[in-house]
């Protein structure tokens, strides 16, 4: 009997413990909670304020500094080489065939020489010069000829060059007279044949001119000073002239 009053009592007292640790834990829940909550309030309060602070500040808009430029972001293009260009452009160019006319004259044909409208002869047994143009007589000149009959010599040549104050040059001494000098024996002009190469035999002035009309020259064809000018303004390099004896007036 005793012993169920124990365990009655123990069981009593265990009831009435546990009541107040229920009730301790209850308090103390009910307190973390109303901390909780409190905190919670603090909380939402605190970021309604710095939300109110971040509205009320005035919004800033960047501004580009007058000296300062801004600097465009460029986005890198690759261009293709010039080696790749001409890869993948280049196109085989055909070849452009230029077609001359052909020419009317045959290759069997030439062209016939147009003769020159001048032609001189000279006669050494007169010791005359004759000046046709286009096979007309136009005018006689008196001459001097080599003092020997072989000196001048003979046949069809052409004047090859027409010079201005020559030079002469001494066969026997060597001594060279200038152009335009008065004791040069060639004169002022020279009309050179192409025997001889234009430079041994040729028709030029004199200074001599009485020697005019005889054997005087050492090869060469003497002309008056006043003659041989007209000659030389007349007749082009390229003029044919014959050399010979005749007994009547040549013909060309």
Known sequence: MKFKIFVFVIFI?????????????????????????????????????????????????????????????????????????IVKTAKPVPQQIISTPKSTIEPTQKPTPKPAPYYIIINKSTNQLYLYNNNVLSCTYSIATGREASLTPEGTFTIVNKIKNPSWKDPNTSKIIPGGDPTNPLGNYWLGLSVGGGSIYGIHGTNNESSIGTYASGGCIRMNNSQIIQLFNIVPTGTTVRIGRYQSVPKP
């Open 13 to 85: 007292t265990s009831l009435i413990f546990v009541s107040a640790c229920s009730k301790d834990k209850n308090k103390i829940k009910e307190d973390d909670s109303e901390e909780i909550v409190i905190k919670s309030d603090k909380v939402i309060s605190e970021l309604e304020n710095e939300k109110d602070e971040i509205t009320e500040e005035p919004t800033l808009t960047p501004t580009a500094s007058p000296t300062q430029e801004t600097t465009p972001t460029l986005t890198p293009t690759i261009k293709p080489t010039l080696k790749t260009v």
